[in-house]
């Protein structure tokens, strides 16, 4: 796991990379094609971004 991350800067960085990755992983998928697992991956991912915000609000 990596370290933890407690100063508010570094908590916006990384939150806004993940989110980031989220708009690539949405863009790159074609909606004609998708299948559940590309559905349950974005599902993962945002679910994911709402565990840290949840974090990072209590820290």
Known sequence: MGK???DKDSQM???KQRLS????VLDSIDPEHAEL???DR???MIDDLE???EQFKKS
């Open 4 to 6: 933890a991350i407690y």
């Open 13 to 15: 960085t990384y939150l």
């Open 21 to 24: 990755m989220f708009m690539e």
């Open 37 to 39: 697992d590309d559905i």
């Open 42 to 44: 974005l599902i993962s």
């Open 51 to 53: 565990t840290k915000c």
